[in-house]
Every structure is written in structure tokens, then in C-alpha cells.
């Protein structure tokens, strides 16, 4: 009798580290759908089996996290690039904006010379290259 019982203890551990693994059927059973592990039975519709794939195996699993810390590591080294590039792009145009301001100070400082001088000196035509200060000041300082 003892024997036996290791018999159905050593069977039944054999059958516990199985892996679970199974087909489900779905059924129309009159107005009701039905789940269960075996085929449809006579009088019922079968509607689809699911397959239920295995648990992957824990190297599969550690092969995963890896792969998915890996992912993330790069995501994250790719937003501080972008980070870094926008704050780039960022400072270049601080330094365009400054340096336009600048030349347009530069130009209307120049054109206000030019009309002072010009009120000094009632009817006397602006040279050339006054007119090609007023023509620039105008393309690159006006808002268009």
C-alpha cells in the first residue's frame, strides 16, 4: 500500500511540472457560448479554438529583459541627443537674433546720420551707398 502511494505522488508531481498547455474550444450551445478544454459536443456550433501558446522559458524571459533594457537604454541616449541638439539649435538662433539686432542698430544708427546730415543741408541727394544702408535696414530688419 505504501508503494502505491509514492506511485500516485511521484505521477502526480510528473503531471504538476508539465507545462500547461492547452486547446480551448468555443461553442453556441443554443442561445450560450460555451469555453471548455474538449471538442464541441453533437448539436452545438464550434465558433474558433484558441490555441494557448506555452510560457516562454526563463532564458526567453531574461533574453526579453535584456533586449527591453537595451531598448530603453537607447531611447534614452537618443532624447538626450535631441535634448542637446534642440538647446544647440536654441543658442545658434540666440546668437543669429542678437547678432541681427545688433547690425540693425548698427544701420539705423548709420541712416539717422545720413538724415541728420540731409536736414543740415537742405536739398542735397543721398549718395549710393546711403540708399544701400536704407535698402538693407529695410530686407533685414523690417518684419516682412
Keep these: 500500500m505504501v508503494i502505491h502511494g509514492y506511485r500516485i505522488a511521484l505521477f502526480t508531481l510528473c503531471l504538476a511540472g508539465m507545462p500547461a498547455h492547452a486547446e480551448i474550444h468555443k461553442c453556441r450551445q443554443g442561445g450560450r457560448v460555451i469555453y ?7 448539436g452545438s456550433v464550434s465558433l474558433k479554438s484558441l490555441e494557448i501558446p506555452p ?25 538626450a541627443r535631441e535634448r542637446k541638439d534642440a ?15 545688433k547690425e540693425c542698430g548698427r544701420l539705423r544708427r548709420a541712416i539717422e546720420r545720413e538724415e541728420a546730415r540731409t536736414k543740415a543741408k537742405p536739398g542735397k541727394q543721398p549718395k549710393a551707398s546711403e540708399k544701400k544702408t536704407r535698402r538693407e535696414y529695410l530686407e533685414r530688419c523690417e518684419p516682412h
Excluded at 531574461?62 to 537604454?73: G, H, L, P
Excluded at 538647446?87 to 539686432?101: C, G, N
Design 36 to 42: 471548455q478544454s474538449l471538442p464541441c459536443p453533437a
Design 55 to 79: 510560457q516562454p522559458s526563463a532564458f526567453a524571459t531574461e533574453e526579453a529583459r535584456v533586449r527591453a533594457r537595451n531598448d530603453i537604454t537607447a531611447a534614452e541616449a537618443l532624447r
Design 87 to 101: 538647446e544647440a539649435r536654441d543658442r545658434q538662433a540666440a546668437a543669429e537674433t542678437k547678432s541681427l539686432v
